[in-house]
Structure formats: C-alpha cells, structure tokens
C-alpha cells in the first residue's frame, strides 16, 4: 500500500480507497479516520518487526496531518476533497496530486528530473487521463543500478526533490476542506501522535497529541459530557458511542506513553458517563446513541467493524486496560458483560469483528503489566528501561511510569499497582507482573530485557 499510488508519495498520507487491484490508482479523497489509524497500524507494525519503512510510513502520515489537517484550534479537520480546480480553471479528480514529466522537469531541473520520474513512475503517458499518479514500481536499488549511483545517493536526490515538488504543489489550488471537527476521529489521532511521539522519540508530535486532548477537553466537553463535532467555533450535537469509545483510548494513550495521571483521570470520568448513559442493561454491551439523544424506535448497538472499528469493541477494550491499570472489579465486569452479548456474533461472524477479537484475546489471558518508577532528580534514567520496552512487542500490556515523590503518592491513590514499589537511589526501576506473578525489579536494561522476551 505504502508503495502505491494509494500513498501520496509526494505529501504523505493515505487517499481514501483504490480504484484498482495494484493499489496504483487512489480515489483521491483523504481521510482523517484513514490517517490516524493507519498510522498506529504502522506504527504497530514498527514496534513487532523494527522494520524502518513502517516507522518512516507512520513519520509521513502524522506529519501530513499537521500539515494539510489541522485547525488552529489544535483539532483536526476531517477530510480533503477528491477534487480541485485544474490548469483550465475547472475541477478535476485528482489534478492537485498528479503530475506530467514537464511539470516535474520544470521545478527539478533536467539533471534531478528523470530519477524522480523513473522512481515514482511519472509517465508522458500517464496513468490517469493523460497524468500521472506517483507510485513506487522501482526498488532504490533497482532505480540506483539503472542510473549507475549508490542507493544512498538516490534516496537523498529523491528526499530532496520529493521536498521541491511538494512546495511546487503547494501552490497549486487547494482540494476543499471539510473543516467540521469529530470527537470520534479526533479520539484516533490522540492514540497516533501518542504512540507517534513514543515510539518514534518524537517530543512534538506527543505534543500534538497532548494539544488534540485538551482541545477535546476544553471546548468539546461539558460536564463530561461528550459533544459529537465542532465547526465554526462551537461544539454541536452530543456525542456517540464512537466518540467516547475513541477518545478514551487516545487519553489512555496518552497515560502511558507520558504517565500524566490527568489523562488517566479524563478516560475514567468518560467511561462513567459510558456506563451509565450508552449502557444496555438488560441484554449487556452498548448502544450507539446515549440516553440524551432522541428517543428513537429501536437503539442501535453496532458490533461490526467498518470504516472505522466498532465502538463496543474499543469500548470493551478500553475496560479491560482501566482494570489491569487501575485493577478495579467492575471494569472487569462491564468488559465481561459486552462480550457475552456480543458471543454468538463472534461465533458466527468472527472476520466481521477483528477488534472484538482482539478484545476477547486480552480477556482470556492476563494483561502484562509494566511498571517504571523514576526519580525526580535523574529523570533520564529511565529512557534506557524505556528503550527495551519499545524494543519488546508487548501487545497486550500496560505501562505505567511514575516519578518517586509527591507525583507518586497522587498517582498511588489510584493505581495500586505503585504500592512499595519506588526508585533506586538515581536509578529508575522497572517492576513486570502478570496475574498475580511478578518478576524481580531491576534498573538494569538487560534483565529488563530478558524478563518480557521470556514472557
């Protein structure tokens, strides 16, 4: 996908679906929802295999979002039109993301220009009416043994002309913007600028992700109460399922990955306002729509994965992170009760809901839980423990870091899992349980190490 024209290679970011079975030629619309979870899928798919394609893949996406998505509240839009206007002044598909050898010719210079063309397949005859859509049908190595250059040579000719060419595109005119801002999909980009800031060692773009929850915080919440989109400087509608299901997950992103109890704090407050307004009572999981909404027919209670993962499933997930944080009985419960009334879907449709089966998996064996403590006069101890973290795919775990001191004792009247567990002198500590087992803690990254790998 990364290597299609499905990708933009120019700009980064994913257009919306392919019209063919190559993933060479897009529809050209882009998807905020598309983005951010394809970013954590990435991103995930970095943290199981080390391969750098996908950590550079996720790099382009997030930022392309900050670049072309976000609003100067510090939200993210929705999505970028198909469409824009065209060298005739009339609209055409696409016209703003393809390109003709002339074109590219004229901005890099006949030298730089046929390494462009040639990698990224940029034709006179085009693979779209008459204009190319850049796609990757070249290895950099093929491309370097066809123009007798080192492979790093080419990847530094190529970076800097992709960088011309997405400033030449920036003057084109713009597709149009759906600047309407959803909870739901603002949820997802927390948990990929999290992850994103985490796992890639980024600073800014964990501060995307800390800005996007305190405008959700800020201007879309009231009395925790969940507002569904907001436009025009104001918040509008009440929220759904997904709103709450997503931006719970992105606060419990951003609890683990920064260890601020605040977020921790936030997705609880939310999940109560889940349990007592979306919870179905007598049949178990939830409905889309709240007990504020409109009194309708029959209440919809989603359990299929589409577009975008069902709210149950997320939801359920979401529980079942709050128990092996917080180890609080009823998020247990709440997540049992989901899945038994969504059981006989899963018997007989199990594609149909992957992330109700993920769910199920973190149910049926016990979440690994990570626990780092780090003094406040060396808090660069702990990057080392950090690091062997990052190092080891640990899907179904939990990390808490903690600073010893007066942010410890906050945090341990809600995470019982800090109870007699503090630093080491100027070195931070690592403790590793599952279940009711837990390993030796040790500030030493190399037992770090060995202790989740033989888990």
Known sequence: MASGGIYDQIGGGFHRYATDDHWSIPHFEKMLYDNALLASTYLEGFWATGNCEFSTTAKEILDYLVRDMKSPCKGFFSATDADSLGAQGKKEEGYFFTWAPEEVVQILGPEKAPSLETYFGITATGNFHGRSVPHRNISLHGAAVQFQISPKELETIIQLGRSELLVARSKRPLPFCDEKML??????????????????CNRNLLKVAQEVAHFISEEMTHNNILSHSFQRGSAKGLGYLDDYSFVIAGFLDLFETTGDVKYLLRAQELTDVVQREFLDTESGGYFLTSIQHEVLLAREKPAYDGAVP??????????????????QRHYREAAEGALSAFGARINETPTALPEMLIALQSHLRETLQVVIVIPPENPESVEPLLNVYKETYLPNSVLIQAIDGAQHKEALQIIPALKGRHADGSNSVAYVCQGRTCQRPTSDPGELSHLLRRI
Request: hydrophobic share 55%; charged share 10%.
């Open 183 to 200: 909870a739901s999909w603002n949820g997802l980009a927390i948990s990929a600028f999290a992850k994103g800031g985490f796992f890639l």
């Open 310 to 327: 069902s709210g149950n499933s997320i939801m359920i997930q979401n529980l079942l992170r709050l128990y092996a944080i917080v180890e």
